[in-house]
């Protein structure tokens, strides 16, 4: 099966009320299934929204309870499933995760996010690995919405080959002109489609909004050269605003390997020149925050 037809959910969770947002993610993951979605896409922190200052009330076990709810979600409906959520860690730390389903309910695989900013650092902690599953359509990594900013890690998923990267997010809305501009950049970086699934709503902690703008992207080389519709010129095929809603799209992954296959980069890399020690004076050490 090369096709795949993609659902990026995007929606409000509440501070607080977990059962009330399960129920609300369980309303759009039936309306992308009723729309003939294959793959479908919740967002990070999907059941608590981003209440890291009560990590270590709100986070879950995976698996666990929830993580069992959202197999039978899959299950009962033969799809592929991504969520992001708050895990509690058997090693007593809190990470921001992302999980995956498969169509018989399986907990498929985790992706620990890898990069957490300075603020979360303080409740949350990174994850070390970019794992990639190999399922019906193709090859997919995960990543959650702050890891967009660094081309790094789109590019250790290109070099572990995926075909599609499906990225739970929740980033503040003061930050949504730049992840705009980032999410094409990775999706062109890594030569794969991006499914980018983003919450919606108030931090009242925090007293931001977040961001909104779920989208599917790809290299807008290839949607050129297989002749791909999309929103009035742009390089998204799904593209959301603001409010709650599920965008839809079918893509046909073996049409994207054959124009990765003819267009790729990959034979001119150079990786013995990038990352060496620097001996260069004033250069800043990686992880120096000024």
């Known amino acids: 099966m090369s096709a795949v037809t993609i659902a990026v959910v995007q929606m409000e969770s509440k501070l607080g009320r977990h059962t009330a947002n399960m129920r609300r993610a369980e309303r759009y993951v039936a309306e992308a299934v009723g729309r003939g979605a294959t ?36 299950r009962d409906a033969n799809i592929h499933l991504v969520a992001g959520l708050l895990e509690r860690g058997d090693d007593g730390a809190y990470y921001s995760t992302s999980v995956l389903f498969g169509p018989d309910g399986t907990l498929v695989g985790r992706y620990r996010r890898v990069h957490c900013h300075e603020l979360e650092s303080r409740y949350l902690s990174s994850g070390s690995d970019y794992p990639v599953f190999d399922v019906e359509f193709g090859r997919v990594g995960l990543l959650q919405g702050y890891d967009i900013n660094f081309p790094e890690a789109a ?111 990959r034979a001119d890399l150079q990786p013995a020149t990038y990352w060496r020690s620097l001996e260069v004076a004033g250069a800043p050490d990686a992880g120096e925050r000024k």
């Open 155 to 265: 590019r250790e998923y290109y070099r572990r080959g995926v075909d599609m990267l499906v990225c739970s997010a929740l980033v503040p809305e003061m930050f949504g002109y730049v992840a705009n501009l980032r999410l094409l950049a990775r999706a062109v970086d890594t030569e794969c489609v991006i499914a980018f699934a983003s919450g919606i709503g108030t931090n009242l902690y925090a007293g931001f909004g977040y961001m909104g703008c779920s989208q599917v992207v790809a290299d807008p080389l290839f949607l050129e050269a297989e002749q791909f519709d999309f929103v009035d010129g742009d390089e998204r095929m799904v593209f959301l605003e603001s409010g709650e809603g599920v965008g839809v799209v079918e893509v046909d992954m073996e049409r994207m390997r054959r124009y990765r296959k003819s267009a790729t980069l």
């Open 39 to 74: 793959l479908v896409c919740l967002p990070e922190a999907f059941l608590t929204s981003g209440n890291i200052l009560e990590v270590a009330d709100v986070a879950v076990p995976i698996p666990g309870p929830e993580t069992d709810r959202l197999g039978e979600l899959a």
